[in-house]
C-alpha cells in the first residue's frame, strides 16, 4: 500500500488545458515526488479533463479532478471544494497558469514550519510568448535559464 502524501497540491484551473499541460510537465520535472495534484475546475469543458486523463499514471498519486458548473467566475468555492478532496497533510495552491521550478515543491517542503504561511513570486509572461512556450521548453528546463528569458525578451 502506497502512504499518504505529505503534500497535496491544489491548481485552481479555468479553460486553457494548453497550459495545464505544460503545467503537469513542470510538475513531473519535480525533484520531490511526495504530492499530489487536486484540480480545483471552475467550470472548464471536456478539454481540460482530457489533459487531467492523459496524465493520470505518470504521477505517484492520482489526479483528482475537482469539478464544478460554469456559473461565472466562482475560483474560490472551488479550491474549497477542492481542499475537501486533499489527502496530504501539508496544501500548496498554485493558479492554473503557473508552471513551476522544477525544485519549487522540494524547497516549499523544506522550508514549511507550523503556523506559517509561504508566499512567492511569479513571473508574468506575455500572451506572444505564452503562446510560443512548449512543453519541450519546460521538459528540457529551458525556461529555468537566464538565457531563454534574454533571447526572449523584448
Known sequence: MTAAPT??????VHQRPRILELIFQSLENQTWDGFEIVLADDGSDEPVADVARRWEGRFRFPIRHVWQENHGFRKTMAVNRAVAECTGEYLVFIDGDCILHHRFLERHVARR????VLSGRRVMLDPELT?????DDVRARRIEQPSFWWRHAK
Do not use: F
Open 113 to 116: 514550519r507550523p503556523r506559517q
Open 7 to 12: 503534500l497535496a497540491l491544489v491548481i485552481a
Open 131 to 135: 503562446a510560443r512556450l512548449t512543453l
